[in-house]
C-alpha cells in the first residue's frame, strides 16, 4: 500500500480535492487511515448486501473506487449466482478496481461501469450499496438519486448507505470534529495534512445530519431505517424497501 503524503508539503492555495491519478495511488492507505472502522464497514455491508440478494437481481455499488467492496462481496457470495455492478466515474479508480477483481465462476459476472451514477439507468435490484460516496454528489442532487434507486429496488430489497456527517448541535458538532482530529492524528496525519485536507474537501465533500438523511429515505419510499453502525461524524444507514 502506497502511503498517502498528499497534503504533507504545504499548498498555497490548496486546490479543490479530485479523485485523480494521484489520488489512486495512495487510495486505500488514504482510506484506512481516514475513515474509523473502514474494514468493518467493508466486510458487515458485503453480509448484509449477501444477506439481502435476490436471485436474478443486481447488486449495484455506486462510487465503487478501487473495489475494497466488490472484492468483500464476491468472497460474501462464494458458491452463489450473482451479477455484480460496480460504478465510479473516475477511470483511474476503475483502472485499479479493474486489476484486482478475482476470477468469477461462469454464473457470477462483476460488470464496471465508468458513468456518473446521476446519469446511468438501473435494472431491477435486490442490493445498493453507496459506502461514502452520495457525500460527493451535490446535495441539490440527491433526492432524485435516492428516489431513482428507491424505484429500481425490488420489495425486500436494501439500500446501504454510509457517511460522514455532521452534528445539528454546535457543541456536538465540534465535539465530533475534534474527535476526528484525534482519530486522524492517531493514524499518523500531520496537523498541516488534516487542514490541508479539510481544506481541499470544502465544496467537494458535503456533509448532512443524521436527520437530513432519514427523511431523505423516508421521501424516497424506505420503510424500515436505523443506523447499524455510528462513530462520531461517521453514520451507517440501511433503508429497507
Ligand atoms: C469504498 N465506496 O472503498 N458518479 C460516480 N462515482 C462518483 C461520483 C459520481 N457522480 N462522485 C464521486 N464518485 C468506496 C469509497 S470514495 C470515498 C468511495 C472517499 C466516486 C469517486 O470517484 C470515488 O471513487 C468514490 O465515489 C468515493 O468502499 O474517497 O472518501
Redesign the pocket.
Known amino acids: 500500500m502506497t502511503r498517502d503524503d498528499l497534503f504533507s508539503r504545504p499548498q498555497q492555495p490548496v486546490p479543490p480535492f479530485e ?1 485523480n491519478e494521484a489520488v489512486v495511488q495512495v487510495f486505500d492507505d488514504m ?1 484506512h487511515r481516514s475513515v474509523p472502522c473502514y474494514q468493518e464497514l ?1 466486510c458487515r455491508q458485503a453480509q448484509l448486501a449477501a444477506h439481502f440478494h435476490q436471485p436474478g437481481t443486481v447488486i449495484y455499488d455506486l ?3 478501487t473495489g ?2 466488490l472484492r468483500a462481496l464476491h468472497a460474501a457470495m462464494a458458491g452463489r449466482a450473482f451479477h455484480l455492478v460496480g ?4 477511470a483511474a ?1 476503475l483502472g485499479v478496481c479493474r486489476e484486482r477483481l478475482p476470477a468469477c465462476d461462469p454464473h457470477q459476472q462483476i460488470e464496471l461501469l465508468e ?4 446519469e446511468i439507468d438501473f435494472a431491477p435490484a435486490s442490493v445498493f450499496i453507496l ?3 452520495l457525500q ?2 451535490p446535495p441539490q442532487d440527491r433526492d432524485g438519486l435516492l428516489r431513482r434507486i428507491s424505484q429500481a429496488l425490488r420489495p425486500g430489497g436494501v439500500l446501504l448507505l454510509t457517511e460522514k456527517v455532521r452534528h445539528e448541535d454546535p457543541r456536538l458538532d465540534v465535539l465530533q470534529q475534534d474527535f476526528y482530529v484525534r482519530f486522524k492524528e492517531e493514524n499518523g496525519y500531520s496537523a498541516l495534512e488534516i487542514s490541508q485536507k479539510r481544506a481541499a474537501l470544502e465544496k467537494v465533500l458535503v456533509p448532512e445530519t443524521v436527520p437530513t438523511h432519514q427523511q431523505r429515505l423516508r421521501q424516497a419510499g424506505f420503510s424500515g431505517i436505523d443506523i447499524w453502525l455510528k462513530w462520531f461524524n461517521f453514520a451507517a444507514f440501511i433503508g429497507l424497501r
Do not use: K, Q, Y
Request: aromatic share 10%; charged share 15%; with cysteine.
Open positions: 479523485f482510506i467493508i462510487g465503487c473506487s475494497n467492496l460504478v465510479d466515474n473516475s479508480m458513468a456518473d451514477i446521476r459506502n461514502l460516496t460527493f454528489i
